[in-house]
């Protein structure tokens, strides 16, 4: 699986949109751009994903660069509850290895 | 959607000793997989258990270390061998409903090693 870019921390408002950013510039056509977040003390939670279009889902929206070198997680409205580390990891179709590989994410904090 | 469950939720236990952790899912999955997160580190992949083969490990990853059992498509056991407080993290299963689509996680084992 080839590596993702992420910040390490962002900070957002309650009720106001986050875009949550993702750099992979070695991306390989079979790749799909995952998505997965981890409030504090749980298992990863599955967010998104998505190969070339836009997608969206009742959690968030990803937005997929042209050239697929890059990746935005939009949540449209922040709750509290939306404070998590969010990963950002490229996961080959097809490919006899399952297993996703974390990088070290974005840190979203989200204030009142 | 999958269900996971994992026993035992937290332990303490004294270097030396060996702790078993059971992943259980409410559906037949193929693929499982066992990860450990370090204190304030993201995930690491220990090893890939598919029901009927062994299971097979990461680099930096032994099967006399980490012994695995995959009994049925359900189930599945880690266990941590001869325990040192280097092994206090979290130990999580994840499943694979279809390849390549999302993967769904149990709440984790926080093991303490003394």
């Known amino acids: 699986d080839a590596k993702t870019t992420q910040p390490n921390s962002m900070e957002s408002n309650e009720e106001e949109p986050v875009h949550l950013p993702c750099n992979h510039s070695?991306?390989?056509?079979?790749?799909?751009i995952h998505w997965y977040r981890q409030l504090p003390s749980q298992g990863p939670e599955y967010v998104i994903h998505g190969l070339t279009s836009n997608v969206n889902n009742r959690m968030a929206s990803l937005a997929i660069a042209e050239d697929r070198k890059s990746s935005t997680l939009i949540l449209h409205r922040a709750t509290l509850r939306d404070a998590a580390v969010y990963y950002c990891?490229?996961?080959?179709?097809?490919?006899?290895?399952?297993?996703?590989?974390f990088g070290k994410g974005t840190k979203l904090s989200v204030k009142p | 959607s999958a269900v996971i469950s994992q026993k035992p939720s937290r332990d303490i236990c004294q270097r030396g000793t060996s702790l078993t952790i059971q992943c259980q899912v409410d559906?037949?999955?193929?693929?499982m997989f066992w990860y450990r997160q370090q204190p304030g580190q993201s995930l690491t992949l220990i090893a890939t258990a598919n029901q009927g083969s062994e299971a097979t490990y990461e680099s930096g990853f032994v099967i006399d270390k980490f012994p695995i059992s995959r009994p049925n498509l359900t189930f599945s056991t880690l266990t941590v061998s001869n325990m040192s407080p280097e092994d206090s993290s979290i130990y999580l299963c994840?499943?694979?409903?279809?390849?390549?689509?999302?993967?769904?996680f149990g709440p984790g084992t926080r093991l303490t090693v003394t």
């Open positions: 559906s037949q999955v193929t693929m």
């Open positions: 994840s499943v694979d409903l279809r390849q390549g689509g999302e993967q769904y």
């Open positions: 070695t991306i390989s056509g079979t790749d799909y």
């Open positions: 990891i490229l996961r080959a179709v097809g490919g006899s290895q399952g297993n996703l590989i």
